[in-house]
Structure formats: structure tokens, C-alpha cells
């Protein structure tokens, strides 16, 4: 890259190569079934907010530097890759995408390039496979690259043999309540639209902007119906009708279910869709909570698609967090699945005599250990009676008999153990003990284990003396503090009050001195601490600090307008659907 609004060029592309290098090289994981959960869904989370930025923004300052480095050049670098990928080789067939990285490679060796330059070399290659298309690929990127945010595709009937597929700009707040940022687009993109319908035959077809893109429909037959976003390949969300909903529902759940035909990928990206889309009030929360039910009809739902399903019940559950009695009952609510699945893997779970995991280089034995580990994790997480035994059985060895913790269960062992209530004397012993192993232990990667399960003791005193730890850098590194306190004790209601109040009493302090040696943690902090409350009265708190210290922010800037929207989409979220949720476990 020749200046830093290019970062992306960077860091999109070291983000989108990791999941290729690693499943050239270990093809058996399946590990690109990851990219979506992990980049795709973490960008559009970030990307739905008026606060978010274009991939390449200008830079004039030294703070702006800093805060180029966050999920949009990362995650959306990577998300927009994949669907470059999708538009240059739609049948998977073909390699034009890496030919024209070879080339821009090639050209721009030994020295600097900018997006342009990346989009010149694509275009030549789409150019020369689809002459007369019509379409620039230097007009498509930087519709995805000079813009922020991303469109929601609606598909409804447009005339008795088609239906219409159009563009609007996507935003939780359902409206650009701001109105100070414009876009040199109108926000609307090119949008390369990979659909299905009854017939199985894959189409790219594209959306431009201020269009709409009509496609032949058989609406005399009842089991036609249309699927977009093939495999999870496009930036994008898709609202379909309530008529194309229900054709959809049928083909994928109904009486001859084709749900488990889908790539894994396309799986989790329609759960993650369809919340996202309930967050921002486009749909209600019914329709997520008949798609859960539908999809754990499936007795053989890989890892990925699951974990998204369980992100999802989590992420209801961080929303009602404020009522303790619907947390509970939405716990309980679920409990019985998780109980299953230990019943399932229990034995996997066990300080003597367990069985042992899957090899990881056996065909599928990844995936399938991975699956296993994150199902003890989630029973514990629901209060699996077993599970919590055999934890603190774990805990108790680790503690008095110098036991080395299984390495896979080692995270879910302490923090299980260390969220457990009500606080005793004994767990407050405990977690000075644990706090001594996190001080003594010389790996970086063990004591991120530690201090993530350090930080969910349910003791306001035990959490407040942690933070004041984080501010002696004899005891905790610059990076570690701001990781502690803003995502390790932040994990439950109780950390997120003590870490706001925290926050006000030390601001001073932490922006002047702590931060100095950390400035690429400063917006993980602050979006940390900030972003989860759901109530008007910290909403108002937080403004009421911040608005007359808003240029101590620093590189924070951007994570604290991001909060500021996070939270009122919260507000709104409770208002929207807390009665909902209540219907439901009643």
C-alpha cells in the first residue's frame, strides 16, 4: 500500500489468506467453513452501524492510523475478497480471481500499490472472460470500498412470472439518524446476486444501482422457490417476502426437508442473516425462534452452523441480562437441549478413564473434536449438572495435585468453575490462587485462558481489585489490562457495571498513561466496556462523561460512536422483542 486509507489492501488480504493457506494445507479440516462465522459475520456486525467507515478512508493524522486497524480493514478486507472470489469464479471451477492477484503481484513487486491498482488487474482479467458485460469491476469495488455499510437484497413477486430483487442500505437503526455521512455512491452497490431455484442450476446474475433485478418465476407451482447468497459468498443480507419466505421454508424444512443440502457456510449464514435483520427490526423475533427450532431438528448439524445457533441463544440472553428471572427461564428454556448433548460427549469429559478425542488428521476429525469441545463448553454454559461437577472435579486436581488440565477443556474447566454463585470464601481462595498461576506463568497464550476466566467471578469487590491490577504494568502488560478490562470482566452484567465506573473514575489516567503502550487495544476498550448495555439510564451516564472529554478519545473515537449506536439498538432491541422472548419461555 502506498499510504494508510489502504490498510485494508493489507490486512483484508492477510485476513482472507489465512483461511486459504490453512486449508491448502490441511484440506481434511474443512477449515473455510470457518470464513463466514468467524470474518463475514464479525464485519457486518460492526458494518451495520452509522458509526462504521468505508474500508478506505482518509488518513491525516497519527490517531487516524491507529484506528484503521479494526474488523472493517480486517474482517470486511476478507469478506469482500471472498466475494470477489464469487464474482470472478462463479462455478468454482475456475482460478481467474488468483490470476489477477498473480498479476497484481507481479506488476507491483519491490513496491507500493493502492486499491486501484487491485481492481485494474481484476477488471482486465473479468473483461477478457466476459467481454461486453457491461460491468467495471473498478465501478463494483469501489461501490464496496469507498462506502460504508452494506445493502439487504428484498425479493418479492414484481408480476405474475417474476420476481424482483431490489437494494436497500442496511443499518440497525433502520435509518441514518445523523445524516453527516454521504456517499459518493447514494449507498447502493453492484451487487453480484448467486441464486437457485427449483431446478438446482446456480446463476450470477448483477444488481446495479438504483435497479432491480427481475427473475423468471413459476408461481403456479407450489414447490418452486428462490435461494440467494449461494454458500454465504456475498456481503450482503437477504429479506425475502413473506410469500417467498414460506416457499423458501417449505423446500428447506418441509415435508421432503432439503436444509441439510446446503453448504455448511450457507447454513450459518442464514441464522446470522436473520437475527441480524430481527436486531434491526426488519423481522420479528418469532421468525428466528421457528428457524432455531427447525434447524435443531437436524440431528446431524455440522460444528459451524451449531456454533452460530448457539452465538445467537447467547446473544439473547447478554440482551435480557438486566432481568435476572427471564435469563433464568431463557436458560432453562434451552437447558434440556444441552443436557442431550452432554449426555452425548460426557464421557469425552471425565478425569479418569475419558475417551480419548479425535485425531486431527483423520478425515473429518477436526471438525468433529471441535464439535465435541464446544459442546461441553455450551453445556456448562447452561448449567449442565454433570458438566459443572466434572469442572470443578478438574479444578480441584489442577488446584491439589500439580494436575496438568486437558489442554482442549482447559478454558471451559476455569470458567466454569470461576462464574459459579452464589460467591463463597472458598471460590474467592480459589481465584487467588488462579490470579498467582496467571502472575506466574510465562505464556502469553495460557494467560489469556486465565484472565478470561478470572473476570467472570460474580464478587463486585474481587472484580474491582482486578481492574486496580491493570494498572500496575509490574503485574499486567499494557495490552493485557485493556483486554481485561474490556472483554474479560465485561462477559457479565455485574463486570459491565464495575468496569463502566471503573472507567469514569480512572479515564483520566488510563488515556494520559495506560493507553501510551496500547494503542491498538484502545477501541477493543472502549467498545468493551461501553457497547453492551441496553438501558436508556447508563445510555444517557455515558454520553453525559464522554461528550466533554470526546477529544481524549483518541483512537477510541470510532469505538465509542459505535457504542453510543450499540446500545440504543439494544434499547430498541428490548423494546422490540423482550415481550417476545417472554411469550416464549412461558
Known amino acids: 500500500m502506498k499510504w494508510w486509507n489502504d490498510l485494508w489492501l493489507n490486512e483484508g488480504f492477510a485476513s482472507y489468506v489465512e483461511w486459504i493457506g490453512t486449508d491448502a494445507s490441511e484440506p481434511h479440516w474443512n477449515y473455510l467453513d470457518f470464513q463466514t462465522y468467524s470474518d463475514k459475520s464479525a464485519a457486518l456486525s460492526i458494518d451495520s452501524y452509522m458509526s462504521s467507515r468505508p474500508t478506505s478512508v482518509g488518513v491525516e493524522k497519527p490517531d487516524d492510523i491507529a484506528a484503521q486497524f479494526d474488523s472493517i480493514s480486517y474482517s470486511k478486507g476478507a469478506a469482500i475478497l471472498r466475494q470477489a472470489k464469487m464474482f470472478m469464479d462463479p462455478d468454482g471451477t475456475t482460478d481467474y480471481f488468483e490470476e489477477a492477484i498473480k498479476n497484481y503481484i507481479n506488476v507491483h513487486r519491490y513496491g507500493n500499490a493502492v486499491q486501484m491498482d487491485l481492481y485494474g488487474e481484476l477488471d482486465q482479467v473479468y473483461q477478457r472472460v466476459h467481454p461486453g458485460s457491461g460491468v467495471s469491476i473498478k465501478d463494483v469495488m469501489s461501490t464496496w470500498t469507498l462506502q460504508m455499510n452494506f445493502p439487504?437484497?428484498?425479493?418479492?413477486?414484481?408480476?405474475?412470472?417474476?420476481?424482483?430483487?431490489?437494494?436497500?442500505?442496511?443499518?440497525?437503526?433502520?435509518?441514518?439518524?445523523?445524516?453527516?455521512?454521504?456517499?459518493?455512491?447514494?449507498?447502493?452497490?453492484?451487487?453480484?446476486?448467486?441464486?437457485?431455484?427449483?431446478?438446482?442450476?446456480?446463476?450470477?446474475?448483477?444488481?446495479?444501482?438504483?435497479?432491480?433485478?427481475?427473475?423468471?418465476?413459476?408461481?403456479?407451482?407450489?414447490?418452486?422457490?428462490?435461494?440467494?447468497?449461494?454458500?454465504?459468498?456475498g456481503y450482503y443480507v437477504v429479506d425475502y417476502s413473506f410469500d417467498m419466505t414460506s416457499r423458501l421454508n417449505d423446500e428447506l424444512f418441509g415435508a421432503t426437508p432439503n436444509w441439510q443440502l446446503l453448504d455448511t457456510s450457507e447454513k450459518q449464514g442464514m441464522i446470522f442473516d436473520t437475527f441480524l435483520m430481527i436486531s434491526s427490526g426488519m423481522k420479528p423475533m418469532s421468525v428466528g425462534l421457528e428457524l432455531l427450532g427447525n434447524v435443531l431438528e437436524d440431528t446431524t448439524l455440522p460444528l459451524v452452523p451449531w456454533k452460530e445457533v448457539h452465538r445467537q441463544l447467547a446473544m439473547v440472553g447478554r440482551q435480557i441480562s438486566g432481568d435476572s428471572t427471564l435469563n433464568a427461564e431463557w436458560k432453562a428454556k434451552w437447558k434440556p437441549y444441552y443436557e442431550a448433548l452432554y449426555e452425548t460427549y460426557k464421557d469425552y469429559f471425565k478425569v479418569t478413564g475419558a475417551t480419548p478425542l479425535p485425531d486431527d488428521n483423520a478425515p473429518g476429525a477436526f471438525q468433529e473434536r471441535q464439535k465435541i469441545i464446544f459442546a461441553i463448553s455450551t453445556a456448562c454454559q447452561f448449567d449442565v449438572a454433570g458438566c459443572i461437577t466434572a469442572a470443578k472435579e478438574f479444578f480441584q486436581k489442577y488446584k491439589n495435585d500439580n494436575y496438568q488440565l486437558p489442554t482442549d477443556f482447559k478454558s471451559t474447566i476455569l470458567k466454569t468453575v470461576m462464574s459459579q454463585e452464589p460467591v463463597t470464601d472458598q471460590l474467592k481462595t480459589d481465584w487467588e490462587w488462579l490470579w498467582g498461576k496467571y502472575l506466574a506463568s510465562p505464556s502469553a497464550a495460557e494467560q489469556q485462558i486465565l484472565y478470561y476466566a478470572l473476570g467472570l467471578i460474580q464478587d463486585n469487590g474481587t472484580l474491582i481489585k482486578f481492574s486496580k491490577y491493570c494498572l500496575n504494568e509490574t503485574l499486567v502488560r499494557p495490552s493485557d489490562a485493556l483486554y481485561i478490562m474490556g472483554r474479560s470482566i465485561t462477559q457479565t452484567k455485574l463486570g459491565r457495571d464495575v468496569s463502566l465506573k471503573f472507567l469514569m473514575e480512572n479515564w483520566t489516567y488510563l488515556h494520559e498513561e495506560r493507553f501510551a503502550g496500547a494503542l491498538f487495544a484502545v477501541d477493543a476498550y472502549v467498545f468493551g466496556v461501553l457497547a453492551k448495555f441496553s438501558d436508556q439510564e447508563s445510555y444517557d451516564k455515558i454520553k453525559d462523561f464522554f461528550t466533554p472529554r470526546y477529544d481524549t478519545l483518541g483512537p477510541g473515537t470510532a469505538a465509542y460512536e459505535s457504542s453510543l449506536q450499540s446500545i440504543q439498538g439494544n434499547i430498541a432491541w428490548l423494546l422490540k422483542h423482550g415481550q417476545a422472548i417472554r411469550d416464549y419461555v412461558e
Open 152 to 233: 439487504v437484497l428484498k425479493v418479492s413477486r414484481f408480476d405474475e412470472d417474476h420476481v424482483g430483487v431490489s437494494q436497500d442500505r442496511f443499518l440497525i437503526a433502520g435509518e441514518d439518524s445523523s445524516g453527516d455521512k454521504v456517499s459518493p455512491y447514494s449507498y447502493q452497490w453492484y451487487v453480484p446476486v448467486k441464486y437457485t431455484k427449483k431446478d438446482g442450476e446456480a446463476t450470477l446474475e448483477w444488481l446495479k444501482p438504483h435497479s432491480h433485478l427481475i427473475i423468471p418465476f413459476n408461481f403456479s407451482d407450489p414447490e418452486e422457490f428462490i435461494r440467494l447468497n449461494l454458500n454465504s459468498d
